[in-house]
């Protein structure tokens, strides 16, 4: 588990000691367990929220995504026009020069917020060099690739303010490393005591362990795979 972020940790835990917390009732012999567990748990949710995660997370993957919207729209728009067999030299010169300009190959679009902000500046000029060119491709919405391109710099441009946002709002984070260690190791030893608890039933506890463990299974195999996006969200089962 030690590949999982400090709001992973905190959210495995909600979901055994709050979702799941009749399924852990139902477990004999384990309250001291629990009881310490549940302690790390408290401390991290009593931590500030700049100390649990980086200032601007949600606004800044909101707007990336807005930004790669544009942009994929973009892509698919200039291809559209360069494939169509009656567009004419015009429209194609033009739908060249804007991918040229603005999105010479699409895996820039997963290039990290720093780079998008970076190049969404640099190439903000292009849209008054180019503006009669984008102009020249009507879009879906009723508008031209001029629309899509002006509010693809902006979103990308968006993202700076962002980011110096949380370079100011940088905080001591020793806490917050240190009970993330706590939490793992009490996870682990919370897993190997119910393990022991029930290693007697019939299927070795394992719908129990699977029921409670599952969620963070999950995340440590997004994260070793390189996954940094969001956490997959639970929604807990109504009980029958």
């Not at 015009?90 to 820039?108: D, H, S």
């Not at 190049?119 to 020249?136: F, I, N």
């Not at 240190?178 to 030893?189: D, F, N, P, S, T």
Request: proline content about 4%; aromatic content about 4%; some cysteine.
């Amino acid at each position: 588990m030690t590949t999982l972020t400090l709001i992973d940790t905190r959210s495995v835990l909600r979901h055994m000691l709050i979702d799941k917390q009749a399924v852990l009732a139902a477990v004999p012999g384990i309250e001291g367990v629990v009881l310490v567990t549940r302690r790390v748990f408290d401390k991290i949710e009593a931590l500030p929220a700049e100390v649990v995660g980086l200032l601007n997370t949600v606004e800044l993957r909101t707007l990336d995504d807005v930004h790669d919207g544009w942009g994929m729209s973009i892509w698919y728009a200039c291809h559209a026009v360069l494939s169509a067999p009656t567009a004419s030299a015009a429209a194609k010169q033009a739908a060249q020069w804007t991918l040229t300009n603005f999105i010479p190959e699409r895996r820039e679009l997963q290039a990290s917020f720093v780079t998008e902000a970076s190049r969404a500046r640099d190439r903000e000029v292009k849209l008054t060099e180019g503006r009669a060119m984008l102009e020249s491709i009507p879009v879906v919405d009723g508008g031209t690739l001029y629309h899509w391109a002006q509010a693809f710099i902006e979103a990308g441009m968006g993202l700076d303010p962002l980011l110096h946002g949380r370079a100011e709002g940088r905080v001591d984070r020793s806490e917050a490393g240190k009970l993330r260690g706590q939490a793992i190791a009490r996870i682990a030893r919370l897993r190997e005591v119910i393990g022991d608890v029930l290693a007697e039933t019939p299927d070795g506890g394992a719908k129990v362990l699977q029921d409670l463990f599952g969620y963070g299974d999950l995340l440590v195999d997004m994260r070793k795979r390189g996954d940094t996006g969001p956490m997959p969200v639970v929604v807990p089962v109504a009980a029958v």
